[in-house]
């Protein structure tokens, strides 16, 4: 099958365009033919290694965190799913590669495709879903009448988060330019602070929940935003020590993270809030609720581009550039 391969880590490398075996079905894997893969800025720092140490791939692995397409086999003790069905899925960590023709994922990662939703929407959705979820709802456990404020609110995790958060009762803040204030109001955003012209931490305050996305400077800017108690969750780092004993990572890991993180949580300790990091995992229960939400016209999928698999590099330059409204994806079949 023909699959984008990572040769080494390379900041200015490009994927590979290879002939690579069929994927091997494991006892409990559902093999995907794939039809449309979603395209990530994880994807990117992978490829870069900026997560070599927590994520060690054996080079050369086939890239891509988001996958839509039809079961065409199943392992010996499948019991969820057919050869037929329509599915979507983040295929975990060590097992990643969807911008390939074929996957094979564990079933306890893959949920029916929203029947409401064409291959390339669907495929927009799993990561980001499940990174929304897994922040507000399993990480903040955001009630009804809580303000959370959501940076880059017309990015691929924005987009959804807002949508989510919503569904839950919050009132919502989020960052994005004038011209993308439009969308993230359309998507229900009740505040939303132009970031060319305002600074968030002068607009907003007494907030219970932040979703960092952003760099160290915005992180530590968020704490300004929250009231005593409140939750600060980064999904774009620092890693912390609670995150590192959840990986079983080895001591001397374990010990760069506490010192990595241990600027941030000392003054968040300061302001009498709580900082964690988040870094979503495949979760297929989960993301059968994300379906349920959509299919009842709750949260809708705000997809930028698609591209042809043949330009897959070109399309993770383009979510590179930070400029993508929404997901891009890669059309495969």
Not at 198 to 211: H, P
Not at 269 to 297: C, N, P
């Amino acid at each position: 099958m023909k699959a984008f391969v990572v040769d080494k880590y390379n900041k200015k490398g490009i994927l590979r365009l290879a002939e690579m075996p069929e994927p091997e079905l494991q006892d409990h894997d559902v093999l995907v033919e794939v039809h449309a893969a979603g395209v990530n800025l994880l994807d990117s720092k992978i490829r870069t290694g900026e997560f070599k140490l927590i994520l060690p791939y054996r080079r050369p692995f086939i890239l891509g965190h988001d996958v839509a397409g039809m079961v065409v086999r199943v392992g010996s003790n499948v019991r969820k799913f057919k050869p037929g069905d329509e599915v979507y899925a983040r295929p975990r960590d060590g097992r990643i590669g969807t911008f390939a023709q074929s996957i094979a994922i564990n079933e306890a990662d893959v949920a029916l495709k929203p029947q409401n939703l064409s291959m390339e929407e669907a495929a927009s959705i799993p990561l980001v879903g499940l990174t929304a979820w897994q922040t507000l709802v399993e990480r903040a456990k955001l009630k009804k009448g809580q303000k959370v404020f959501i940076q880059a609110g017309s990015g691929g995790v924005g987009t959804l988060a807002i949508q989510l958060a919503k569904q839950l009762g919050a009132t919502v803040a989020t960052t994005a330019s004038a011209a993308s204030a439009d969308l993230v109001k359309g998507l229900g955003a009740d505040v939303v602070v132009d970031y060319r012209k305002d600074d968030f931490e002068n607009v907003l305050s007494g907030y219970d929940v932040v979703l960092n996305s952003q760099d160290t400077r915005t992180l530590e800017k968020s704490l300004n935003v929250l009231k005593p108690g409140g939750k600060l969750i980064s999904i774009s780092g620092p890693p912390d020590p609670e995150f590192a004993k959840e990986q079983g990572l080895n001591l001397v890991l374990r010990l760069i993270l506490h010192l990595l993180s241990r600027a941030i949580r000392i003054k968040a300790k300061h302001r009498g809030v709580r900082y964690s990091f988040l870094f979503m995992w495949a979760q297929g229960d989960q993301l059968s609720k994300i379906t349920s939400l959509i299919e009842s016209g709750a949260i809708r999928p705000v997809v930028d581009r698609v591209f042809p698999f043949e330009a897959t590099n070109e399309a993770l330059a383009y979510v590179e550039t930070g400029r993508a409204k929404g997901k891009v994806v890669i059309k495969v079949r």
